[in-house]
């Protein structure tokens, strides 16, 4: 009898699988697919950024400098750039582990929660402030809530496309459009590889960075582009479309800060007005 209860029991209880965190074999945690419930918890999510621009949950020197605007409203990421963050991140974008692309998009959706929450305080603040009354966002959100109306993955270049056989923005940005029902376009390309930045100064991946993106120029695109500004209506007069710069990491803001010009450009030329914002994987 015993022996048919263990049976049972073995039958009914989840299986357990390797952890890609971790790589041990344990039971799985119900937020993240695959991930065990002891990195689950270790997971360095960013819940309470310090800085309201850059995301950042520590101190952050860059933004305090002011200097020239920053062509974003905000940037959020879903966790700090941690030493085994970057192993996770190098598992999937150095080593091909494509199993792994889904639990990343999850996570990104963690920032997705705190951006739309934070923009809906601000719309609930100006409306307070202005005696207006309260109401509900005209976005197509769960529950109503604010809702980003584009996401725009940061192109990588030929080269790197051809090393990785992807592009880790456009596969995250994928799953954050499946997730949360927001179209996802190639808008941007990369004029000329830029190499590898992890290792430069920040005044050198800011004169990298200039001028290295252009809007997309295959014709397909911009005609998908202008239909689906047509499919908006009277929408995108009424108030400027609220556009998502998508990225595996923000650490300087160059890569964010060029697309976003870059963008700005774009949606002017189709007599737009656009407020950019960015999501990122991590923040380092």
């Avoid at 699988?17 to 419930?37: F, M, R, T």
């Avoid at 000329?192 to 695109?221: V, W």
Wanted: glycine content about 8%; proline content about 6%; hydrophobic content about 35%.
């Amino acid at each position: 009898m015993n022996t048919w209860l263990k049976i049972a029991q073995s039958l009914l209880a989840p299986s357990a699988s390797d952890c890609p965190i971790c790589g041990k074999k344990c039971q799985a945690s119900s937020e993240l697919p695959g991930v065990c419930k002891s990195c689950m918890v270790s997971i360095p999510w960013i819940r309470n950024p310090r800085c309201s621009k850059c995301g950042r949950h520590v101190g952050c020197p860059d933004c305090s400098r002011g200097g020239d605007p920053v062509p974003i409203v905000c940037n959020r990421s879903a966790v700090a750039y941690t030493s085994v963050m970057r192993e996770l991140l190098g598992q999937y974008k150095y080593r091909g582990d494509e199993r792994l692309a889904p639990i990343l998009g999850l996570m990104l959706d963690q920032a997705y929660t705190i951006l739309q929450a934070e923009q809906e305080r601000m719309k609930h603040y100006v409306q307070v402030q202005r005696q207006l009354p309260v109401l509900k966002s005209k976005g197509t959100g769960r529950a109503g809530l604010w809702q980003a109306d584009l996401l725009v993955p940061v192109p990588v270049s030929g080269s790197r496309l051809a090393e990785r056989g992807f592009n880790q923005a456009e596969r995250l940005a994928g799953v954050l459009s499946g997730s949360r029902g927001i179209p996802q376009l190639p808008l941007l390309v990369r004029t000329h590889h830029t190499g590898k930045q992890s290792f430069k100064s920040r005044a050198e991946r800011l004169a990298d960075m200039k001028h290295a993106f252009a809007a997309n120029p295959d014709p397909a695109i911009g005609a998908q582009f202008a239909c689906w500004l047509d499919s908006l209506g009277p929408l995108i007069r009424s108030r400027p479309l609220q556009i998502i710069i998508i990225d595996d990491i923000y650490t300087t803001g160059s890569t964010v800060r060029a697309c976003a010009e870059t963008l700005k450009i774009l949606t002017k030329k189709y007599s737009c007005i656009a407020e950019i914002y960015s999501l990122t994987w991590a923040r380092s």
